[in-house]
């Protein structure tokens, strides 16, 4: 491998990916601008105008900050790459942190440098996301002392989890062989799976509060969907969404015993029970379609191509040199060949990205089938539209933007596919 080729495919992978991403963006904006006069033909009798021009203004307000977080993530990437900055702070924490903590104290405290630093650097842009263009339209209900606390408790639980973790695969990455990345993979895997039983009961509960459906009513409609559908009654649960946001939605996690649907307080708030119960039967349509099981593998499959890959490139001086940084003489590079992986490899992967989305929306059509045939489809319609309504979606997404981003239909094609099924 030569550097100069390196740093050519990065390049050149660099500027395809944010010129894509700008174009489609910019096209977003341009295609929701030219629709904002008029509600489409389909939605004219069930949606106002009003909320039509309320969800192009927000959609627009987004894309336009998007924007400016793609050309700005664009130049951080070129930034701690091919112009230097992980040299520097490496050449920093390698001359602090080897001689007080070893090899492994100084990878790791190289990976949270960069983390650290990175995490800063977006700081403004988390902050003007959630207080201005989230507050501009009435969606934010964040404090700014429940903003901190959040950040406070993610850093936290982000350590306790991935330090010892981190310092697993890295130990791994030295003692385990020419076959270390079969090893990290087992043990990544083996984390993924406890993360499955251990984020919906332990880690999202820190941050919200999860209590099981009260309303008894609703409560008697709701188990018998679930025993139709072959669901244990006890996974459906209601969740404090409205503290942070006047989003509504609905999501179906974990596997075994720790599966769950949830439910946003605010999206209980907004629905008749009708559709409370079309919306539970679309999630448990993606627990009877196996989703959940289904993406793990592609993720799992995913880790292990990387792990190869990175099993490889990490014995090769061009992989440093090429992206900008000189590979240590004294000490062990299996942090930096991380860094870099985590680095340049979304860049390459973000071709990938209509892969995955299509698969996605897929999903959410087979879960509305599901739907359909287990609830009314008229109701989830119904359900659909007002949470196109609250949430600003817009009714009139750019054809190819949708193709690489959306991992749910647009409404059109989503409210279509069940007209064809009521
Ligand atoms: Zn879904």
Same mark, same amino acid.
């Given at each position: 491998?030569?550097s ?10 660099l500027?395809?990916? !944010? ?5 489609l963006? +910019? ?13 489409p033909a =389909?939605? =004219?009798d069930?949606?106002?105008?009003e909320?039509?021009q ?11 900050f998007e924007l400016?977080?793609?050309a700005w993530g ?6 701690w790459?091919?112009?230097?900055g992980?040299d520097?702070?490496n ?6 942190a080897?001689p007080r903590w070893?090899a492994?104290g100084?990878?790791?405290a !190289?990976?949270m440098?960069?983390?650290?630093i990175? /995490?800063?650097i ?5 902050l003007w996301?959630t207080?201005r263009i989230e507050?501009?339209f009435?969606f934010n209900?964040?404090?700014?002392a429940?903003w901190?606390?959040d950040a ?14 981190l ?5 791994l990455m030295?003692a ?5 990345w079969?090893?990290a993979?087992?043990v990544?895997?083996?984390?993924t799976l406890?993360?499955?039983?251990l984020y919906?009961t ?9 209590h099981?459906?009260?309303d ?8 018998a969907?679930?025993?139709r559908c072959g ?10 969404? /409205?503290?942070?946001? =006047?989003h509504?939605?609905a ?5 075994? /015993?720790s599966?769950?649907?949830v439910f946003?307080d ?7 029970p009708e559709e409370?119960? =079309?919306v ?5 349509g993606?627990f009877?379609?196996?989703?959940v099981?289904k993406?793990?593998?592609t ?6 191509? +990387?792990l190869?890959l990175l099993?490889w490139?990490m014995n ?7 992206l900008g940084v000189?590979?240590? *003489?004294?000490a062990?590079n299996?942090g ?6 985590t680095l ?7 071709f990938i990205t209509p892969i995955?989305?299509a698969? +996605?929306r897929?999903?959410e059509?087979?879960a ?11 109701? *989830?319609k119904?359900?659909?539209?007002k ?5 600003a979606?817009?009714?009139t997404?750019?054809?190819l933007y949708?193709?690489?981003h959306?991992s749910?239909?647009?409404? /059109? ?10």
């Open positions: 491998m030569n100069l080729a390196v740093t050519f495919a990065f390049a050149a992978a500027v395809a990916m !944010l010129g894509t991403r700008l174009w963006i +910019s096209r977003q904006i341009r295609h929701v601008a030219q629709h904002r006069g008029a509600v =389909a939605f =004219a069930v949606v106002s105008l909320a039509h309320k969800a192009a203004d927000y959609t627009i307000a987004r894309q336009r400016l977080t793609t664009g130049a951080m990437l070129l930034g790459t091919l112009l230097g992980l520097a702070v050449a920093v924490v390698l001359d602090w080897l070893g492994l100084y990878q790791i !190289l990976l440098a960069v983390s650290a990175g /995490s800063v977006d700081l403004p842009f988390d996301r207080f507050q501009q009435g209900r964040m404090t700014w429940l901190l606390k406070l408790v993610g850093t936290v639980v982000g350590v306790a989890v991935g330090v010892p973790l310092a697993l695969v890295l130990w030295a385990a062989g020419a076959l270390w079969l090893w993979f087992a990544l895997a083996g984390f406890l993360m499955q039983v919906p332990v880690i999202a509960p820190l941050f919200n509060k999860f099981p459906l009260a008894e009513a609703l409560k008697g409609r709701v188990q969907l679930m025993q669901f244990k009654a006890q996974g459906l649960y209601v969740m404090d969404g /409205s503290r942070r946001s =006047a509504a939605n999501y179906f996690t974990g596997f075994g /015993s599966k769950r649907v946003f605010t999206l209980l708030a907004r629905l008749s409370i119960e =079309a539970l039967a679309h999630e448990l993606h009877h379609h196996r989703h099981p993406r793990l593998v993720v799992m499959g995913v880790w292990l191509a +990387s190869a099993g490139l090769q001086p061009a992989f440093y040199t090429g000189q590979p240590n *003489l004294m062990p299996h930096l060949a991380l860094l870099l992986l340049a490899g979304p860049v390459f992967g973000f995955t989305a698969v +996605s897929r999903h059509f087979e509305d089938a599901y739907a359909s045939q287990q609830a009314q489809a008229t109701d *989830l119904s359900a659909l539209l949470l196109f309504e609250d949430n979606n817009t009714l997404p750019d054809p949708v193709r690489f959306y749910h239909p647009p409404a /059109s094609e989503r409210l279509a596919a069940l007209h064809a099924h009521s």
